[in-house]
């Protein structure tokens, strides 16, 4: 059975570092093709993709966040990570973490709601 | 950037209506995904590989297209796929969701 879990601050501050944890089980990110996703949506609004990080350590971002994401994996202990600096109002959202093997996200995890205020 | 267009925006249908939810690409794709989010929840994968259904959908649910089109159809529209549909764009870095369609019951 394969869940995931994500977990966070709850609330900060703008400027501050957003560090974001994803808990999982039910698979490996060392298995050949896996590979877990950030995503975020605001209050009301839509999807957008954040990151990607692969079994061999691959990693791709979205370009609009100006080099202000960092994703990383622990594999032994099955989690996911993935960092926002220079966090703004902006980025207050629920983010959510997912599997991905082969066909896109097919695992999502409940989200994690992460408000930016002064 | 691939830009995905979601059409339209909202749509209301009676039970046992005939659905058609849209997603329109700025460049081609290889293949397209849908998810289903019902509100106060996660998104669920719908459809993979552009017809695909995940496990659990109802037959009443298919998807098509190519290139730079693609739809999601609903044989017959029931209560329980009220629900907002976005559409995800795998072929190319950086990863696209749609806009979504909010699917609502007349």
């Known amino acids: 059975q394969v869940t995931l879990k994500e977990s966070g601050p709850g609330i900060l501050q703008p400027s501050q570092t957003l560090s974001l944890t994803c808990t999982f089980s039910?698979?490996?990110?060392?298995?050949?093709?896996?590979?877990v996703g950030w995503i975020r949506q605001p209050s009301g609004k839509g999807l957008e993709w954040l990151a990607n990080i692969w079994w061999d350590d691959d990693k791709y971002y979205n370009p609009s966040l100006k080099n202000r994401l960092t994703i990383s994996k622990d594999t032994s202990n099955n989690q996911a990570f993935l960092k926002i600096t220079n966090v703004d109002t902006a980025d207050t959202a629920t983010y959510y973490c997912a599997r991905t093997f082969y066909y896109g996200y097919n695992y999502w995890g409940q989200g994690v709601m992460v408000t930016v205020s002064s | 950037e691939i830009v995905l267009t979601q059409s339209p925006t909202t749509m209301a249908a009676s039970p046992g209506e005939k659905v058609t939810l849209n997603c329109l690409a700025s460049s081609s794709v290889s293949y397209m995904n849908w998810y289903q989010q019902k509100s106060g929840a996660s998104p669920k994968l719908w459809i993979y590989g552009t017809s695909n259904l995940a496990s659990g959908v109802p037959n009443r649910f298919s998807g098509s297209g190519s290139g730079t089109s693609y739809s999601l159809t609903i044989s017959s529209m029931e209560a329980e796929d009220v629900a907002t549909y976005y559409c995800?764009?795998?072929?190319?870095?950086?990863?696209?969701f749609g806009g979504g369609t909010k699917l609502e019951l007349k």
């Open positions: 039910g698979f490996s990110l060392s298995t050949y093709g896996m590979g």
């Open positions: 995800l764009q795998l072929s190319s870095y950086p990863w696209t």
